[in-house]
Structures are given as C-alpha cells and as structure tokens.
Nanobody, 120 residues
Framework: QVQLQESGPGLVKPSQSLSLTCTVS??????????WGWLRQPPGKGLEWIGS???????SCSPSLKSRTSISRDTSKNQFTLQLSSVTPEDTAVYYC????????????WGQGTQVTVSS
C-alpha cells in the first residue's frame, strides 16, 4: 500500500504561483499503470480534480485549470509536483495528492491534505 504526503506553503499571495510536492513511499511512482493525481476541496464545495501524471510520465489537467497548471515528477526522489500559477483567493482549498492503480480506477490512496490559503 502506497503512502502519500503533501508538502508546501500554507499561504500564497494573489498572482503568485503555488507549488506543492507529494512524496510517495511504499512503491516507486514508475510502477506500471499507476496514476498520481492532485485534487482540491475549496471551503463549502466539493472535491475537484486538478490534474494527474501517469507512471509513464504523461500529464493531464482539468480543462478549467489547464492554462495555469503544470504537473511533473522526480523519480529520484519518488515525488510528483503541482504548480498552479496566477493564484486568486478562489484557489483557497485543501489540496490532496492521491494514487490510483490505473487511469480507469478510483483514487485508492490519499495524502492527509494540506490547507492552502491565497491572501495578501
């Protein structure tokens, strides 16, 4: 069973970029078929998928966030990273990283989540 842990700043100023890292243990992020994702839950709203990167280093992003989102990985550290540019207060949310055994299965393992607040 893989374990995931998010890390990054809890407070970001408007117009700046947000960078979060997910450190994975229990197996390499190159394990066949696995997908590694970022999701968020704004206050009072539902869970939103931001984007993912596959075991073969193929990223994908939500169309609504695609212009501001970049997802990458560092296999030497067994980590994957989210970068979200030009943030606004509407990007305030609890951010989660998660894993799925394939692109066709549900998210099976989750990080504990990290609160990110966008405020000046």
């Amino acid at each position: 069973q893989v374990q995931l842990q998010e890390s990054g700043p809890g407070l970001v100023k408007p117009s700046q970029s947000l960078s979060l890292t997910c450190t994975v243990s229990g197996g390499p992020i190159t394990t066949n078929w696995y997908e590694w994702g970022w999701l968020r839950q704004p206050p009072g709203k539902g869970l939103e998928w931001i984007g993912s990167i596959t075991f073969s280093d193929s990223p994908s992003c939500s169309p609504s966030l695609k212009s501001r989102t970049s997802i990458s990985r560092d296999t030497s550290k067994n980590q994957f990273t989210l970068q979200l540019s030009s943030v606004t207060p509407e990007d305030t949310a609890v951010y989660y990283c998660a894993s799925a055994r394939s692109s066709w299965t549900t998210w099976g393992s989750w990080g504990q989540g990290t609160q990110v607040t966008v405020s000046s």
